[in-house]
């Protein structure tokens, strides 16, 4: 009987999917990632893999499962993956592309308002029983109805993103490799990197980490934006360099920053983002509604069992 080896504990009606044709291993630690040796010694015999952001398919875990076929990676970004290394020897790699777009860019939207709206000081001001009462400054925010928006990387869901800017009546900047139809259609316009960061008022991170995009927000990126702009990031946490930014957030040299993503997860009490007043910080939710991640994790089965019983992939990255 053929393996798949998954990596957290996933809705139980996909499990039983599996489990009427395959042996299937699961690790249920949820909120741990499956440790390193555990993951090597479970995939050596393995013919499929369920895998999340935090299990890297490097050459030595590919070396080391001979048996492999294919990998269905929980994600759209597959940065944890060795593609070149995975294609000499024949594995398949799958995604979850399309299934998550506006989820979250719906978590986009919801972190540039909150950190618009100064909403996660506010309520700590309240929590923490400080709030004196109404004064006209008190916790005012910045207003995003009419406001020039940048966003870096115009694919799915910074289209999806693009069109809720225009119920807030949003000028639209991006800046991507290529134009984008559906982004032209929504009236945005494409523009350099650096004039999109001078002429923004808020700039998504929306991209996929290449080699290229890697650390591309850095000290003199900052230095380019508004000191009234914010800075909000659900693509990965290496498009930035963390000191610089917690540099410009500290000084002032931009406004704010909202993040779902950083360079290494998860981050503790220690991290210096935390603590400071002008930054919205949420725990890698970006996808995180309970028909999304189902959806996610549906298409990663389905993936599996394609690819296991002679056919292809749903939706290979290569």
């Not at 995003?144 to 993103?161: A, D, E, N, P, Q």
């Not at 909000?232 to 002032?252: M, Q, T």
């Not at 983002?273 to 028909?291: D, E, Q, R």
């Amino acid at each position: 009987m053929k393996k798949v080896v998954i990596t957290r504990n996933i809705n139980p009606d996909m499990l039983q999917k599996l489990r009427k044709d395959f042996e299937v291993i699961v690790w249920e630690a949820d909120e741990q990632p499956m440790p390193r040796e555990k993951f090597l010694a479970e995939t050596r015999d393995a013919h499929a893999v369920l895998t999340m952001l935090s299990d890297k398919v490097d050459e030595e875990m590919l070396q080391n499962a001979p048996e492999l076929k294919v990998v269905a990676n929980l994600a759209v970004g597959f940065d944890n993956i060795d593609l070149a290394a995975a294609e000499r020897r024949e594995v398949v790699i799958a995604n979850t592309p399309d299934v998550l777009t506006e989820t979250t860019a719906e978590l986009a939207f919801t972190l540039m308002l909150t950190s618009a709206r100064r909403v996660l000081e506010a309520n700590q001001e309240l929590m923490d029983g400080e709030w004196s009462g109404w004064s006209p400054y008190h916790m005012a925010g910045t207003d995003v109805f009419g406001k020039t928006i940048g966003i870096f990387g115009m694919g799915s869901i910074g289209v999806s993103f693009a069109r809720r800017l225009k119920g807030f009546n949003c000028n639209v900047l991006y800046h991507n490799r290529s134009e984008s139809e559906e982004a032209r259609a929504l009236g945005a316009k494409l523009t350099s990197f650096e004039s999109m960061l001078e002429r923004s008022d808020f700039v998504l991170c929306s991209a996929p980490l290449t080699n290229q995009t890697k650390h591309t927000f850095d000290k003199k990126a900052f230095s380019l934006m508004k000191n009234s702009a914010h800075f909000i990031n659900i693509g990965r946490g290496a498009h930035v360099v963390e000191a610089d930014l917690a540099e410009a957030v500290k000084s002032g040299e931009i406004g704010g920053a909202a993040l779902d993503v950083y360079e290494n997860e998860p981050i503790g009490a220690d991290h210096p983002f935390v603590g400071l007043n002008n930054m919205t910080l949420l725990p890698h939710i970006g996808s995180a509604s309970v028909a999304t991640r189902n959806n996610m994790m549906n298409l990663c089965v389905n993936n599996i069992m394609e690819v296991l019983n002679g056919g292809q992939a749903i939706t290979p990255v290569q």
